[in-house]
């Protein structure tokens, strides 16, 4: 696949404008509370949300939420837009030919809306795409992926479990994080199928959401493993129901806030955070527009609407 061209193609789009309009009503029910405001200000007609400069958060559906409020917290003035590709979740049952496409597809559109930063929250996407979204996108690309590292040096007993979906635990990505980082460890990969079904549907603690934690977190359980990585950025809304069942003993790791930190990171090398002013998120689906938003608004923990991407 040839990103050099399509970077290429695309370097112009980083400081042109969205001047796409469109009325109120086209997009009055769209909007954040901090986007509605504005739109008071001109009641006949607003802008389409215009993204220049904003920071991109990525993921295969809605798990990146738990990415995007630690990015939030970090860097309380930006403007985010978050995109869930809901309508082809779950990428952990897809090839790696159908996640690199649609990373790049997503990137892509992104670029088109001027952000000047990518936050990759998908682990899956990590780990099979994120070589050729940066071969592909001339702004920084800060990606996720299962914190190996730190749950070695954490561990006690030298067992460490990664939960993640079935394309993160076979991939060439995740092989080298255990060869770099997780000798004189036993490392646990256990693929989780069916979780991020049940988080895309809002459904935390259903009897059919306990019956899979617990198929798939027995062997951890029973090999004494005392480090848990989340490996996917939809099971940290899981974690109370993965708590109770593996017990106090057992350290949860959620590399959320370290993703975050790398990103406020690489915008103050580039001096390009943005020190005041109120912080807007805009939500966008390739999905269901009406299921989206209510399981986003679960998540976010107040009230969000969303774009059909």
């Known amino acids: ?83 869930a590709d809901s309508g082809h979740a779950p990428y952990g049952d897809k090839s790696s030919t159908h996640i690199v496409s649609r990373t790049l597809e997503v990137g892509r559109w992104l670029m088109e809306r001027g952000v000047r930063a990518i936050t990759l929250a998908c682990n899956t996407a990590t780990v099979v795409a994120v ?24 561990s006690q007993r030298g067992v460490v479990g990664v ?30 199928p069916g979780w991020v079904e049940q988080v895309e549907k809002g459904e935390l603690e259903t009897p059919r959401t306990l019956e899979l934690l617990r198929e798939h977190t027995q062997a951890l359980i029973d090999a004494g493993a005392d480090v848990w990585v989340l490996g996917c950025t939809h099971f940290p809304f899981l974690l109370p129901a993965l708590r109770r069942l593996a017990g106090p003993s057992v350290q949860f790791i959620d590399p959320a806030q370290a993703v975050a930190r790398e990103l406020a990171r690489r915008l103050s090398q580039l001096e ?38």
């Open 1 to 83: 696949m040839d990103v050099r061209g399509l970077r290429e193609e695309y370097r112009w789009i980083i400081s042109a404008r969205c001047d796409e309009r469109c009325t109120k009503n086209q997009y009055s029910h769209f909007m954040t509370d901090a986007a509605r405001q504005k739109a008071q200000m001109d009641p006949g007609s607003v802008v389409a949300p215009d993204l220049q400069g904003a920071i991109g958060v990525f993921d295969s559906g809605v798990g990146g939420l738990s990415v995007l409020r630690a990015i939030r917290q970090a860097l309380p003035h930006e403007t985010l837009v978050y995109v």
């Open 131 to 154: 070589r050729e979204l940066r071969e592909f996108a001339p702004v920084p690309v800060v990606a996720i992926e299962p914190a190996i590292k730190p749950a070695v040096s954490l």
């Open 163 to 192: 939960l993640a979906t079935q394309q993160t635990v076979q991939s060439v990505g995740v092989a080298h994080l255990i060869e770099r980082f997780g000798q004189g460890a036993q490392i646990l990969l256990q693929p989780c």
């Open 272 to 309: 390009a955070t943005t020190p005041a002013g109120q912080g807007v998120e805009w939500f966008y689906t390739t999905g269901e527009v009406g299921a989206a938003q209510q399981v986003m608004s679960q998540l976010w923990e107040r009230p969000v609407e969303v774009l059909s991407l």
